[in-house]
């Protein structure tokens, strides 16, 4: 049995779209569009919104809570090795920068 979701943007049943008119002759409305859940969307935002425009939409309006669930307050840090190769060419010497990241 197939598995969908409706799509989680906040504006989604104002957009006057094809896809969305739903009911019969004298009776329309517009209806938030149904997701078909598979495994390339199940566990990305593709799964829960139906296009870009729901995804932004509800990023909007859910931004600052959304921030407040893990919050930084430090900022973070990878140990890195730089090593610096000087390369000679006829034209001249050439730097190459390599930045390397230190298993933790």
Not at 17 to 27: C, F, L, M, Y
Not at 38 to 53: A, L, M, V
Request: proline share 2%; aromatic share 10%; with cysteine.
């Amino acid at each position: 049995m197939s598995e969908y979701r409706y799509c989680h943007g906040n504006k989604c049943h104002e957009y006057e779209t094809q896809n969305r008119i739903r009911g019969v002759k004298g009776n329309k409305v517009l209806r938030t569009r149904k997701i078909k859940i598979t495994n390339w969307n199940r566990d990305n935002w593709h799964g829960y919104f139906c296009d870009e425009r729901c995804r932004s939409d509800y990023m909007q309006k859910h931004l600052q809570t959304i921030m407040n669930i893990q919050p930084v307050e430090q900022p973070l840090e990878t140990a890195i090795k730089i090593e610096k190769e000087t390369v000679n060419h006829g034209w001249g010497d050439r730097t190459y920068t390599n930045i390397n990241k230190i298993a933790s």
